[in-house]
């Protein structure tokens, strides 16, 4: 990841642990000569070295990346603003039709200031992958909560409960997806999702609106089993009482 350019931040959300620990692990690469730390400008950047080169061509094999289960795409929380931000000098201001918005970015946090009659402000985070859409969510809620801290420390505002937007993509990877769009090309459920098989890959997703709904679909086969076995065992006990 760090090969990737990748910063410690977006290092431990990919691999659900603390910074804490990517710290750790990032300082028994330097000890074993893997990773080296380069001045650029004003800041530190992290490099691969040629024996850290070595070592990742030695398993590059055994680390080749499988398809992921399910991603989390255009995932908005937004809040009202209680307290007015003391000073967006370094924000990108951009006029609207009866308001003026705000942008900026907070690590890997798309930040949007609206200063409306109404002011709020939105977290857009980048998409992830995994195995589970409820992790993905309290992932991305807990790094936009985060931010939100991080702005009131450094802004002096004051920032209400976040609330995710129903515009987010839950998406959920499946090949009869991809047959699906193959013959009726990209469908879309209201208030459901959609199914679609996007570029590059073309894997073939079932694209849900709440996260929920994506993890049921994934709970699905695990239900069906279950049904099927009180199912079983009810003719069992019908033919018991017959009997």
């Not at 804490?20 to 380069?38: C, L, N, T, W």
């Not at 839950?170 to 193959?182: E, F, G």
């Not at 208030?191 to 929920?212: C, M, Q, T, V, Y």
């Amino acid at each position: 990841m760090i090969s990737e350019g990748l910063s410690m931040t977006k290092i431990s959300r990919e691999l659900y642990i603390k910074k804490s620990h990517v710290s750790y692990y990032i300082k028994k690469a330097k000890d074993r000569g893997y990773v080296k730390e380069v001045t650029r400008d004003t800041f530190k950047i992290l490099e691969i070295t040629q024996a850290g080169k070595n070592f990742l061509a030695m398993y590059q094999d055994l680390s080749a990346k499988s398809t992921p289960i399910c991603r989390a795409e255009n995932i908005r929380f937004k809040a009202p603003v209680y307290k007015m931000p003391s000073s967006l000098v370094d924000w990108q201001k951009v006029e609207m039709h009866n308001w003026t918005q705000y942008t900026s970015n907070v690590d890997c946090i798309k930040v949007k200031f609206n200063d409306g009659k109404e002011p709020n402000i939105e977290f857009l985070a980048d998409p992830i992958d995994g195995s589970d859409p409820i992790k993905l969510y309290c992932t991305l809620l807990l790094d936009c909560e985060d931010a939100a801290k991080y702005l009131e420390r450094t802004l002096d505002m004051r920032i209400g409960r976040l609330e995710v937007s129903d515009k987010g993509e839950w998406v959920v990877y499946n090949p009869l997806a991809r047959t699906i769009a193959k013959y009726a090309g990209r469908i879309t459920i209201p208030g459901i999702g959609k199914i679609n098989a996007s570029l590059p890959d073309r894997i073939g997703e079932f694209e849900f609106f709440d996260p929920r709904a994506a993890a049921q679909f994934l709970d699905m086969p695990r239900r069906l089993e279950r049904i099927e076995q009180i199912v079983k065992s009810l003719e069992c006990y019908k033919s018991c009482e017959n009997n």
